[in-house]
């Protein structure tokens, strides 16, 4: 197959006067799997119903590796689309539905069989294979629709749109893991709409972070996590998210009201900032400044670690801190930003900040 490629491509619904999804310009690796994530409202179908052809985007065009399918309705895309409800012939068998996109193109009886049988022993369907679809539970027949998305070997891409929604929860784990094992053995490029941060992180290789009609990141999850490019990518993605504070850099130093936390690194010119860090690189020490001084407002004891919440001059910060620390609300502390702690302007990373080497007091 080959890589898709939207070149300058945007939507709106209303005669241009908003955007749903902002002009972008944006390559899907052939073979890769990405999920699409982001709230709702903030353009994943729009996206993805422009890469099937069931939405013409307003300005823009799309590529299919050299051919240009801008105006190629979706029969003549090649694309497999599985949506958030079930889409089969209830009056068919489950192995009829499964079979027939394989049909439809002519494929060879023996290859039809043996494509079926593969996908609903993966999907877990195989004692299901005769019963007519009308009968099965709704889950079951969402899952005979994810089959019939991905039992075509020859496709441009599988496009999936919050496919597990009405999936029972103890299956949805099971689930994914299958469209992990169905991606390798066919190579498809998928992609994966979602507002789970769970499931696009466990799901994909890529996951693009879709915020008010723009790409604002993509990247591996441990990308995601390690290194957030945008304010909102450190909220939506970890649990809890991103600690936000506000602060002024001056002279190379990163303040947070009155306290130094650490060094300006990037090219910044005065003015403020929001320091943004992780609550799992918070370190906390009872004394030994520099460090933000805060005081602790509660405890959240979560079994594997503690969640210590803090105050500091009418802002919030949470720390994640081992299980056996003790903690006491009503105290104060010194929070330190060293680790993987960086700096936003307009929500958008512009720096990070590091440790003040040989410097003791704030
Ligand atoms: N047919 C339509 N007519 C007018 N506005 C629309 C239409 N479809 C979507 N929108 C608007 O476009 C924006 C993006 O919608 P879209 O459905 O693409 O977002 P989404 O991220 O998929 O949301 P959800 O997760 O809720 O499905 C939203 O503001 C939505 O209200």
Redesign the pocket.
């Known amino acids: 197959m080959a890589d898709i490629r939207l070149e300058g491509v945007g939507h709106s ?1 209303d005669g241009g006067r908003t955007w ?1 999804l902002k002009p972008l310009t944006w390559t899907w690796r052939d073979g890769r799997a990405y999920a699409l994530l ?1 709230p ?7 996206l993805l119903n422009i890469i099937s052809g069931l939405l013409s985007p307003t300005v823009g065009r799309i590529w299919f590796g050299e051919r240009e399918v801008t105006s190629v309705p979706t029969a003549g895309r090649n694309i497999a689309q599985v949506f958030q409800f079930p889409v089969l012939y209830e009056e068919m068998s489950v192995y009829d539905n499964l079979a027939f996109p394989l049909r439809n193109r002519r494929y060879p009886k023996a290859e039809v069989d043996q494509r079926v049988r593969t996908v609903s022993r993966l999907l877990g369907l195989d004692d299901q294979l005769g019963r007519r679809s009308r009968r099965l539970d709704p889950g079951r027949q969402q899952i005979v629709s994810l089959g019939r998305g991905l039992v075509r070997p020859e496709v441009a891409a599988v496009l999936l749109d919050e496919p597990l929604t009405v999936i029972d929860p103890a299956l949805k784990w099971t689930l994914r893991s299958k469209l992990k094992e169905i991606h390798r053995d066919t190579g498809h490029t998928l992609v994966y ?1 979602t ?1 789970d941060q769970t499931e696009a992180l466990t799901f994909a290789d890529e996951v693009v972070v ?1 915020k008010d009609g723009e790409i604002v990141q993509s990247g591996t999850p441990a990308e995601l996590f390690l290194s957030p490019a945008h304010e909102f990518v450190g909220h939506f993605i970890g649990s809890p998210g991103m600690n936000v504070l506000p602060a002024e850099t001056a002279d190379g130093l990163v303040m947070v009201g009155e306290a130094v936390v650490g060094r300006a690194v990037g090219e910044l010119p005065p003015g403020p900032v929001n320091v943004g860090v992780r609550p799992e690189f918070v370190r906390i020490t009872a004394h030994d400044p520099p460090g933000l001084q805060a005081r602790i407002t509660g405890v959240d004891r979560m079994g594997a670690y503690h969640l210590v919440h803090a105050e500091a001059g009418g802002h919030e910060l949470v720390a994640k801190v081992d299980a056996d620390s003790a903690y006491s609300p009503g105290t104060t502390a010194f929070f330190h930003f060293a680790d993987a702690a960086f700096l936003f302007r307009d929500e958008v990373r512009c720096g990070s900040i590091a440790p003040l080497e040989g410097r003791r007091e704030a």
């Open positions: 619904y749903a982001g709702s409202g903030c353009g994943k179908t729009t709409v507002h879709l």
